[in-house]
């Protein structure tokens, strides 16, 4: 009885990963609204798309991409107008390529990236999404190869949703967040290539970096008007022996 029990767990286990399929190596286009409902059934079975995605700007909701595990190449939202949320991309948790959320004029909220755990290529770009107050969403992604860039988010207040994220491999860019009142979020911080944060009005704290963090380049910190204290471990540790050039300009006195 127990072989029995056994033998049909390893044969749900080998179906499931046989029906796990790949599909779309030269990348998915999606323009309109009807392209994303129809995706399961353009594509049965599929799991992980090879090559790009693009989600275009009539596209007002993602739910018929709701099988998607993994993606092979890049993910780019951009220009959409109706698109409120990333609802759909619920399961997806590694995307290979470099991902920009730009210029959503709707979008409110991350919080279907709750499995996304690592982004491997060149960069992140969350960037011009006016309606995002937080990064609530991210809270499983732990490894950003690339480049963070982090800029012009006017209602983005804290970086609440990045508690996970300890790597960074190149650059943290964080500029022109009108609303940003500290850095809420990056505790869980611990090495990053570069560390840019510039031009964010109301920016009062930087004490979320005050632990342990290894930046292996250039560390500015400039024109961020209501910032008057730097004096976190972080930055003091850097100081010591600073492996590239440093800037601190213009912060509050």
Known sequence: MKNSILLYAIFCILNIELNAQSCLAGGAYLNTQEQVNN???DNPGCQVIEGNVYI?????NLQGLSAIREIQGDLFISQTSQLTSLAGLEQLEVIHGAVRIQNNSALISLEALSELTAI????FYISDNPLLQNLEGLNSLDTVAGIFHINDLAGLKHLTGLESVSFIGDRLNIFRCDSLLSLNGLQG????????IT??????SVQSLDHPLQINASLVVTDNPELSECNIEAFCEYLIDPPSFVVFRDNGK
Do not use: H
Not at 189 to 196: I, T
Not at 199 to 204: A, E, G, I, S, Y
């Open 189 to 196: 911080l611990r090495e990053v290539g570069a560390l840019d």
């Open 39 to 41: 995706f399961s059934a």
């Open 199 to 204: 031009d964010n009005p109301v920016l009062t």
């Open 56 to 60: 275009g700007t009539n596209i007002q």
């Open 120 to 123: 491997k290529g060149d960069y």
